[in-house]
């Protein structure tokens, strides 16, 4: 939090001003994501200003926006369902606490094994959930008591009110940069709406029709503290437990994919770690005041940055923007166009999509360019924990089948008459098979030695592959010596024991492999 104080004041003002941005593109977001959760509006919203304040305060990454999230929304409505907001509470704060560990125990690391494909096609999938999570904006509460698309004239002038809002965030930059081109946006159409007396549909409309209450509002008090009502048991724990374990999981990689995403904007650096950490605290704080925790929000991340917000304070201040929206501000908030809000969204859309991509997957390995479509169709009907997952097996099956291919092995004859092999390649569960095929135990002389200084013995599929020739050598009376062992490799023969008997030549000075054969 101390980066407030380094910066100059026109990032100060870059910093609020994108902040204030961000809060008005919160609303929406929040209830929306509360209703899929199967909470109340203020809960989404609470969890909004807590996971933002919060994760701003002491995240790994400033400028990242964190919030109620549908990522996370879709795992806790089946929870709620069945047991009630308490016990969702109870699962967000065990959650948080499962995060600060992966934190603590610096698991942060491993999203680098996150390939560049999978990356891409997380960029792309999540761009297409926006952009479809905006359409539900064009529908309204039909006679019939359904949701119907909008027609007529509504629908023109939501469209034109969606299309000015983008040109003014396109093209004013050109003009000025003073103020962050989508909050000029949002207050040009809002004053446009409101002057003119334009029919379109506001965030209280949306509000009302989500929740079918035409009373609804986003006025509301300070979150209170409380620990979630919930038996302190064995029988809650394994309630709970599951849901808390994929939602901290989800949570963790929507984080640091958008973590590593803004990364590569911005130029910088971000803390994965601390990160972790930041998130987990602002999931045990939103479980003890009544909200539904959440993660990053690409979406607003996005708007942040292309708003000028690159500290703290950017975070910090849509936090706070929020919370006063909902303690002082609803009146003004709740006028607010939707077409205003989708058009900015769209923008997102726009420049959050990986373009680029359609040109790189003409010359990318195919095996590559499955992986973007995989991970993009996978996070659009499913979520995105899965869509990672699932890109990142196929990502490390492709390459363990490539790599299997690349073993090979040359002889040559001692001048003592043993044969020689020189293995190259990595040999590995993958290639083990391979491996074997390369040796004539039937028609080799009785002393044979594999030379593995071109190779690498990486796991017990290896150590399995060098007993199984060890026992065909001797099967045939012969004997079998491994030479120029890398020191990992013979801690693996070591770890193994009995389980893998072959002679390992060592030289004293090279401490790996006799060399008398050179």
């Known amino acids: 939090m101390f980066e407030l104080l380094r910066h100059h004041s026109a ?21 929306a994501f509360a209703f899929v959760a199967g909470v109340e509006p203020m809960v989404g919203l609470y969890a909004a200003f807590i996971m933002g304040l919060i994760t701003a305060v002491i995240g790994g990454r400033p400028g990242m926006i964190s919030g109620a999230t549908g990522a996370m ?6 929870l709620v369902t069945s047991h009630g907001v308490q016990y969702l509470f109870a699962a967000v704060v065990l959650a948080g606490l499962i995060q600060v560990a992966a934190g603590i125990f610096k698991l942060g690391k491993f999203i680098r094994i996150v390939p560049y494909p999978v990356m891409i096609g997380f960029v792309n999938g999540l761009a297409i959930v926006i952009f479809l999570a905006q359409l539900g904006q064009f529908k309204v509460m039909g006679d019939n008591g359904e949701l119907t698309w909008l027609s007529g004239d509504g629908l023109y002038l939501m469209l ?131 909200a539904m925790g959440g993660c990053a929000m690409i979406g607003q991340s996005m708007i942040n940055i292309n708003s000028g917000g690159r500290g703290r304070l950017s975070g910090i201040t849509a936090a706070l923007a929020l919370l006063a929206f909902i303690l002082f501000g609803a009146a003004f908030i709740e006028i607010i166009p939707l077409a205003a809000l989708v058009g900015v969204m769209f923008m997102v859309v726009l420049g959050t999509f990986e373009w680029a991509s359609f040109k790189v997957m003409r010359k990318v390995p195919r095996h590559d360019a499955f992986v973007i479509v995989l991970v993009t169709v996978v996070t659009v009907f499913t979520d995105l924990a899965v869509a990672v997952f699932v890109g990142v097996i196929v990502s490390a099956l492709v390459f363990a089948w490539e790599h299997a291919k690349h073993i090979s092995a040359s002889t040559e004859f001692t001048a003592d008459g043993s044969k020689l092999y020189r293995v ?60 120029h062992l890398s020191e990992d490799c013979k801690a693996l023969l070591a770890r193994a024991g009995d389980l893998v008997e072959v002679n390992v030549l060592t030289d004293p000075h090279y401490r790996v492999a006799d060399d008398k054969l050179d």
């Not at 030379?451 to 012969?478: M, N, P, W």
Request: charged residues 15%; hydrophobic residues 50%; negative net charge.
């Open 11 to 31: 990032t100060h003002r870059a910093d609020i001003l994108s902040g204030l941005t961000v809060a008005l593109a919160l609303v929406p977001e929040a209830v």
């Open 424 to 483: 190259s390649g990595p040999l590995f569960f993958g290639s083990a098979s391979h491996f074997l095929a390369l040796f004539d135990a039937e028609n080799d002389p009785a002393e044979v030695i594999v030379d593995f200084g071109q190779s690498r013995v990486a796991d017990h599929s290896a150590l399995d592959a060098i007993d199984t020739l060890a026992e065909r050598y001797s099967a045939k009376g012969k004997t079998l010596h491994l030479v």
């Open 73 to 78: 929304a879709v795992v806790m409505v089946a």
């Open 160 to 290: 034109a009110l969606v299309a000015l809002t983008m040109a003014i965030i396109h093209f004013l930059p050109k003009l000025t940069t003073a103020v962050p081109s989508s909050l000029a946006a949002i207050l040009t159409v809002t004053g446009l709406v409101v002057f003119f007396e334009l029919d379109t549909r506001t965030v209280l409309d949306f509000l009302k029709t989500m929740s079918g209450n035409d009373n609804a509002t986003i006025a509301g008090s300070l979150p209170s503290f409380a620990i979630p009502a919930v038996p302190f048991s064995w029988e809650t724990l394994e309630i709970i437990l599951p849901y808390s374990v994929i939602l901290a999981a989800v949570g963790l990689i929507e984080s640091l994919l958008t973590l590593t995403v803004l990364d590569e904007m911005t130029g910088t650096r971000g803390r994965g770690n601390k990160e972790c950490v930041g998130q987990g605290v602002g999931n045990i704080t939103s479980g003890i005041f009544g």
